[in-house]
């Protein structure tokens, strides 16, 4: 609106007084102020300056929607240019930053739960975990080296417990003391009778269901992991 004003002068013309008159409070005090943040305002703040070497030019607040005449028909040419057709290259307005972020941001989470669903391993993890949980991210990210290595460690069954330990050939029998099967994180956290009755006391069940272990969170898994001293 202002550099439409300005345009309105011939730029042959000096020593005219130009009355700019705009119902947006907000408009007037970002040119009054001597901090530019917004391209949009730098290049109103450019074509005032140049008009003003010529001519002297004032910005009067007038109250919107009051009778003015001139702002009326302001008002009036804008909605007919929001309804009117556009023709260029889109988008005929900024994006803001926040909206391209978001958008990243969401882009970012859909492909990463893509890439966790189609990659092949990471099959004891699964077991926890039907894709990526940022609360666990987050949780996990405040604690100490330690504690972050024995949950991460017993949540993707790298750890030393005899299944892990077969498998790397420094022992030869895979299996718990139990008896029930091969000793892997998923088997220690989740059903080994040995921490039944620890199990229950820490995380509030004889036994564990693999999926409600995202609920309980990493604080109270590692809680759990320190007292059956297998990863000591």
Same mark, same amino acid.
């Given at each position: 609106?202002?550099?439409?004003?300005?345009?309105?002068?011939?730029?042959?013309?000096?020593?005219? @007084?130009?009355?700019?008159?705009? /119902?947006?409070?907000?408009?007037? @005090?970002?040119?009054?102020?001597?901090?530019?943040?917004?391209?949009?305002? @730098?290049?109103? @703040?450019?074509?005032?300056?140049?008009?003003?070497?010529?001519?002297?030019?004032?910005?009067? !607040?007038?109250? $919107?929607?009051? $009778?003015?005449?001139?702002? =009326?028909?302001? /008002?009036?040419?804008?909605?007919?240019?929001?309804?009117?057709?556009?023709?260029?290259?889109?988008?005929?307005?900024?994006?803001?930053?926040?909206?391209?972020?978001?958008?990243?941001? /969401?882009?970012?989470?859909?492909?990463?739960?893509?890439? !966790?669903?189609?990659?092949? +391993?990471?099959?004891?993890?699964?077991?926890?975990?039907?894709?990526?949980? =940022? *609360? !666990?991210?987050?949780?996990?990210?405040?604690?100490?080296?330690?504690?972050?290595?024995?949950?991460?460690?017993?949540?993707? +069954?790298?750890?030393?417990?005899?299944?892990?330990?077969? *498998?790397?050939?420094?022992?030869? /029998?895979?299996?718990?003391?139990? $008896?029930?099967?091969?000793?892997?994180?998923?088997?220690?956290?989740?059903?080994?009778?040995?921490?039944?009755?620890?199990?229950?006391?820490?995380?509030?069940?004889?036994?564990?269901?693999?999926?409600?272990?995202?609920?309980?969170?990493?604080?109270?898994?590692?809680?759990?992991?320190?007292?059956?001293?297998?990863?000591?």
């Amino acid at each position: 609106m202002l550099e439409g004003s300005l345009s309105m002068i011939p730029p042959n013309e000096e020593g005219r @007084k130009v009355f700019i008159c705009s /119902d947006s409070e907000a408009a007037i @005090k970002a040119l009054m102020s001597p901090i530019t943040t917004s391209k949009l305002v @730098k290049a109103c @703040k450019e074509t005032l300056n140049q008009g003003g070497l010529r001519n002297q030019i004032t910005l009067i !607040w007038v109250p $919107g929607h009051s $009778g003015v005449e001139g702002n =009326e028909r302001a /008002d009036e040419l804008a909605r007919l240019g929001s309804a009117s057709t556009v023709y260029g290259p889109e988008p005929f307005i900024p994006i803001p930053q926040s909206l391209c972020n978001a958008a990243l941001n /969401d882009w970012m989470r859909t492909e990463h739960k893509r890439l !966790w669903s189609s990659y092949p +391993g990471g099959v004891h993890t699964k077991r926890f975990f039907e894709g990526p949980d =940022e *609360k !666990w991210s987050r949780d996990l990210l405040v604690m100490d080296r330690c504690q972050i290595r024995r949950v991460v460690s017993a949540i993707t +069954g790298h750890c030393r417990l005899n299944a892990h330990l077969t *498998k790397m050939g420094l022992i030869s /029998d895979p299996n718990c003391t139990c $008896g029930l099967g091969e000793e892997t994180g998923l088997h220690l956290i989740c059903e080994c009778p040995k921490f039944s009755s620890l199990r229950y006391r820490v995380l509030g069940s004889h036994t564990v269901d693999p999926s409600r272990l995202s609920k309980l969170g990493p604080v109270m898994l590692d809680r759990f992991l320190v007292r059956t001293a297998r990863f000591t």
